[in-house]
């Protein structure tokens, strides 16, 4: 049987770095949604203050499984 998924766009943030950014995104997806499987990163973005790097923003798309 061929699976249906649905894709929401989510924004993470984070100080930490990209990689954080994108697992606080999935994570909070996946307190409300079920049957996650992908992430797809659309756009990174940071936000520098005095020449450095302060905070980090990652757009993804989440795909999920839809059920049955």
Known sequence: M???YKKV???GSS???I???IRRAVA????T???L???EVKEIRGWIDEGAV???????QVGFRLED
């Open 33 to 35: 949604l079920r049957n």
């Open 19 to 21: 990689d954080d950014a």
């Open 9 to 11: 766009e989510l924004v």
């Open 2 to 4: 061929a699976n249906v």
């Open 28 to 31: 909070k997806a996946g307190e």
């Open 15 to 17: 100080r930490e770095g």
């Open 54 to 60: 302060q905070h980090y923003q990652v757009t993804i």
């Open 37 to 39: 499987d992908w992430f």
